[in-house]
């Protein structure tokens, strides 16, 4: 079986059934998926449990108050049977093969512990971007630059989480709870693969770029890969790359939203 996760918080409405829809609809029937409300205030838990009663396969679980994504995710993770863990965000669309081609991947390549995908970028009206690509098989070098996995296209095996301890939940793996989980797995020599085909239409626009570019996620992804690198064995004098962070929020938005529609995680 595959539990795919995903962890909402005031989800709109119509991105949120876009979600759930894409993934009810895999070619691949057998899996379970475990939503967890993180605290919303507003009638998207009320949605979810009307998605639960149509669908026996969602399991819905709540938070009393906003725990975050980590905490939520780490839940669902605890409560999985599944032997691979997809992970899902309520804003973004699987495409119809996702499951299946992750799961086959992963059977073939036992050296893999997760695997992620090529993307269509969103902006919530159209597709801006198609085919985004990323390089097959990152090494850490790589991810020393950047994180070279899109985390809600990315497939887990159980095992991989379960040694990691899941997710870190800390002040600092705010906005970046997967970029320290594959530096940490990196770090204990688990591997990671891309699948070179978009799996996943990621939304992304100039008001996501301009949420993520606040001053205060800047130094917590610079404490993030400080910890990184180190359990990497990195080079410190490869360490200027802890500055990535405050350089890119110099940079106005206009430009590092179009920055980021073009880039690949290849170079």
Known sequence: MISVIMSVKNSFKEELDSAIISILNQSLEEFEF?????????????????????????????????KGLAYSLNKCIDMANGEYIARMDADDFSYEQRLARQKDYLDKHPEYSFCSSNIDIFDGKKITVKNRSSKSVPDKKDLMKQSSFVHPATMFRKSFLKDMGGYRVSKETT?????????????KGYLGANINEPLLRYKMNIDDIKNKRRFKHRLEEIVVRYKGYKLMNIPKYKYYYLLRPIIAGLVPAKIMYKRQIKSTNSD
């Open 175 to 187: 906005r970046a709870e997967d970029y320290d989980l594959f530096m940490r797995g990196y770090s």
């Open 34 to 66: 475990i939503i967890c409300d993180d605290g919303s205030i507003d009638d998207t838990l009320v949605r979810l449990q009307e998605w639960q009663r149509k669908d026996s396969r969602i399991i819905v679980i709540k938070n009393i108050t906003n």
